[in-house]
């Protein structure tokens, strides 16, 4: 069984920083796309950034120049690292992961972690 755990978030002032987590465990074989997405309340899932295998970054506009997007293969952790946070980066954060067991590939999210922008 695969399951995705995410930490991190919390409640920041206008301009202030969080960096999030999200680690992969169990019977993992390989792990290939991993990204964070977003849910604000009344609005849609959203995408965040995506990371590859091989490191390849995408960002959602809204979140360019400000979010990071990284991870550690050894540790099958995804980060997100938020700057300049503004108030409507408010939302639960959900990691997700494109993940192979021995028997089979799925895309597995976590439970998310709700970040707080607000003065």
């Known amino acids: 069984q695969v399951q995705l755990v995410e930490s991190g978030g919390g409640l920041v002032q206008p301009g202030g920083s969080l960096r999030l987590s999200c680690a992969a465990s169990?019977?993992?074989?390989?792990?290939?796309?991993m990204g964070w997405y977003r849910q604000a309340p009344g609005k849609q899932r959203e995408l965040v950034a995506i990371i590859t295998n091989g490191g390849t970054t995408t960002y959602a506009d809204s979140v360019k120049g400000r979010f990071t997007i990284s991870r550690d293969n050894a540790k099958n952790t995804v980060y997100l690292q938020m700057n300049s946070l503004k108030p409507e980066d408010t939302a639960v954060y959900y990691c997700?992961?494109?993940?192979?067991?021995?028997?089979?590939?799925?895309?597995?999210w976590g439970q998310g972690t709700q970040v707080t922008v607000s003065s």
């Open positions: 169990g019977s993992i074989f390989s792990i290939y796309a």
């Open positions: 997700n992961a494109d993940i192979a067991t021995m028997e089979y590939e799925y895309v597995y």
